[in-house]
């Protein structure tokens, strides 16, 4: 299987969290086919809003959602 990394961020009602104020505005920067160029895209993302603590973007490991019990491999980051 693939190892799909998908990248979004927005505004969080608190820094410390990941609850996102309003979901409609999310950010779907895309989907990767592994965790190097999905990293360098949400660093991109990140760097573009530095100066405000309320955005975030994450990396959701698509690859370990479709297969949760799939073991995690040092590869698999």
Known sequence: MSKLHLVM???VKDPRTLE???LKT???VGVFP???SAE???RGAAQ???DDAQMKYVIVHLHRLL???AEPTASQA
């Open 9 to 11: 961020g927005g505004r």
């Open 67 to 69: 297969d949760p019990d």
């Open 34 to 36: 592994d965790f190097n």
């Open 20 to 22: 996102f104020e309003d």
């Open 48 to 50: 573009r809003t530095v």
């Open 40 to 42: 360098k895209a949400w």
């Open 26 to 28: 999310i950010e779907y």
